[in-house]
């Protein structure tokens, strides 16, 4: 005979709550690991600020981002493996143990004479006919970065000599990074170019934190009465402060209360500034601004901001302020305006205008 498979009533009921009962636990032990995570992610927002404020170099160290190597595995020995077959790469010595890594690119017209030269051809070389910009570049990443690579190459095509660099502790350059260091570096690197190129035309090209350095470095030439032929700035800021309260990593935290006080007096008391604003009040030659309208980082109204305090400053008064705007629907971003095929007429006719202030 076989067995009843029916289930006895009780039977059903019990199964129930014991389902019912399995349930409640799993959805008790799910809200508790939920509960844990929330609280260890709260903990971690408000030990931050903390641990910025005990620990201001943490802070240095975000803003320089000299840690972050992009691309990876590049030779900066060997320019010509990123496509610079007509680039020479130095080592000088800014300070007794400091060290910077240097390129210098040579008009492209120049390439195939380039072939095989060794650094004193390429160091004879910025004696020819031929401007010069010394570029500064951002922080992060070294003077092989792509988008710096790509714009040395549209430089180059246009006829000038590029000369750029990575700061002390930047790339494979030896040395503490910080803001008095980086613009001593570009200083050595100024002087260097000077005491080669004869009466060529030195034009001085900062992007970003670079734009730091290059208004540091100007204001400094300007003060000892030997001033760069142009100054150009991409994408600048209005000083550190502002910038770092506009930055988007600090979004998370800029509603939190003494936001100044965690966040940006550290960088005050590291002794980082980097007061554009103040130093285009010092600067005496002619200065063209570029700023792309969708710049995630280095937000467009600031560099519109430091436009307006220099147009009407007095040590302007003899020389051009331009201000250059890309529309957001070019998408140029932060780092990609070498790719406006309106450079070059800009270029061309900012620095012809420079050229002839020069001379006059």
């Not at 009040?281 to 792309?292: D, E, N, T």
Request: glycine share 8%; proline share 6%; hydrophobic share 40%.
């Amino acid at each position: 005979m076989v067995a009843s498979a029916t289930t006895k009533p009780g039977e059903s009921h019990s199964a129930k709550m014991k389902w019912h009962l399995g349930s409640h636990v799993r959805r008790k032990g799910l809200w508790f690991r939920l509960r844990k995570v929330l609280l260890c992610v709260l903990g971690l927002y408000i030990a931050i600020p903390f641990l910025v404020r005990l620990c201001p170099g943490i802070q240095a160290k975000l803003i320089f981002l000299n840690f972050v190597r992009v691309p990876f595995f590049i030779d900066l020995k060997k320019p010509q493996e990123q496509g610079l077959n007509h680039t020479c790469n130095y080592y000088l010595q800014p300070e007794e143990d400091v060290t910077i890594g240097v390129w210098h690119t040579i008009p492209a017209a120049w390439w195939k004479n380039a072939q095989g030269k060794d650094q004193m051809w390429y160091e004879d070389a910025l004696a020819s006919s031929h401007p010069i910009i010394l570029y500064l570049h951002g922080n992060a990443g070294t003077r092989g970065g792509d988008h710096r690579v790509e714009l040395y190459k549209v430089l180059s095509s246009l006829g000038y000599h590029v000369v750029t660099f990575d700061y002390r502790g930047w790339g494979d350059s030896i040395g503490t990074p910080s803001e008095r260091g980086m613009t001593y570096d570009a200083l050595h690197v100024f002087d260097w170019i000077k005491a080669r190129s004869g009466d060529n035309p030195v034009y001085i090209w900062g992007h970003s934190l670079g734009t730091g350095v290059a208004t540091n470095l100007v204001r400094r030439l300007c003060e000892r009465e030997t001033p760069p032929d142009a100054l150009i700035l991409e994408s600048p800021f209005t000083n550190i402060r502002e910038e770092a309260k506009s930055h988007p990593f600090s979004v998370v935290y800029r509603y939190f209360p003494g936001f100044d006080w965690f966040f940006l007096d550290p960088i005050t008391s590291s002794g980082i500034k980097f007061a554009n604003d103040e130093n285009v009040k010092h600067i005496s030659c002619p200065l063209l601004i570029l700023h792309a309208e969708d710049d995630p980082v280095v937000p467009f109204q600031l560099g519109r901001k430091l436009y307006n305090i220099a147009a009407p400053s007095r040590s302007f008064r003899d020389f051009k302020v331009q201000f250059v705007p890309f529309h957001s629907d070019l998408g140029y971003r932060h780092k990609y305006i070498y790719k406006s095929p309106e450079l070059p007429r800009i270029l061309r006719e900012f620095l012809g205008k420079s050229e002839s202030e020069r001379q006059h």
